[in-house]
């Protein structure tokens, strides 16, 4: 059984960073692309920055030069480095991993909040 724990969320002042990790157990494809969603509140959940395996990324258009994702595939660990955050960055954030082939399998974590004071 795969399961995915975040951690790393919290309260910053804007302008301030934040690291979030999301560690995967069990087993996933190879194949894999692992992401980071946010949904805010009264908001659809979005999706903020994602990387594949063979580490291509994507970022959403309001996060780029700012957020930073990266993985560790042996310890089949993403992260999202968050620098100059801003209030409107507050939200819950998921960890998503989605297999690309096998069983094509989607896994969430259980979400992390990340609150930016003005």
């Known amino acids: 059984q795969v399961q995915l724990v975040e951690s790393g969320g919290g309260l910053v002042q804007a302008g301030g960073s934040l690291r979030l990790s999301c560690v995967a157990s069990g087993s996933i494809f190879s194949l894999n692309v692992m992401g980071w969603y946010r949904q805010a509140p009264g908001k659809q959940r979005e999706l903020v920055a994602s990387?594949?395996?063979?580490?291509?990324?994507y970022y959403i258009d309001s996060v780029k030069g700012r957020f930073t994702i990266s993985r560790d595939n042996p310890k089949i660990t993403v992260y999202l480095q968050m620098n100059s955050l801003k209030p409107e960055d507050t939200a819950v954030y998921y960890c998503?991993?989605?297999?690309?082939?096998?069983?094509?399998?989607?896994?969430w974590g259980q979400g992390t909040q990340v609150t930016v004071s003005a």
């Open positions: 998503n991993v989605r297999e690309v082939g096998g069983r094509s399998y989607t896994y």
């Open positions: 990387i594949t395996s063979g580490g291509s990324k």
